[in-house]
């Protein structure tokens, strides 16, 4: 498993949880790394990414509520996500991409669930 993510679960409307996707040393310092959310019915959607320099971008449906930050040393990225909403209910998947030459590569984690009840 190349990148693993964790730190879903239930919590109710206003609440918060933080997410981590640890990947392989090698993935991890290549490229941009990536939160996407799929909900029920629903495409998977963008929802933050940071750059191997830290710099962020954010869905604007989360914008000033989740904060994507990512920890070199550990090869780890997370999203702080607070003053969740029942419209984020959704598996959340962490994605790494990279360019191999001319190549674009993707690696995506397995996914975890979060569920914000009203």
């Known amino acids: 498993v190349q990148l693993q993510a964790s730190g879903g679960g239930s919590v109710e409307a206003g609440g918060s949880l933080r997410l981590s996707c640890a990947g392989s040393g090698s993935i991890f310092s290549r490229g941009v790394m990536g939160w996407y959310r799929q909900g029920p019915g629903s495409q998977r959607d963008f929802v933050a990414a940071i750059s191997r320099g830290g710099s962020t971008r954010y869905a604007d449906s989360v914008k000033g509520r989740f904060t994507i930050s990512r920890d070199n040393a550990k090869s780890t990225v997370y999203l702080q996500m607070n003053s969740l909403k029942p419209e984020d209910t959704a598996v959340y998947y962490c994605?790494?991409?990279?360019?191999?030459?001319?190549?674009?590569?993707?690696?995506w984690g397995q996914g975890t669930l979060v569920t914000v009840s009203s």
């Open positions: 994605k790494a991409a990279y360019y191999r030459g001319y190549d674009p590569v993707e690696h």
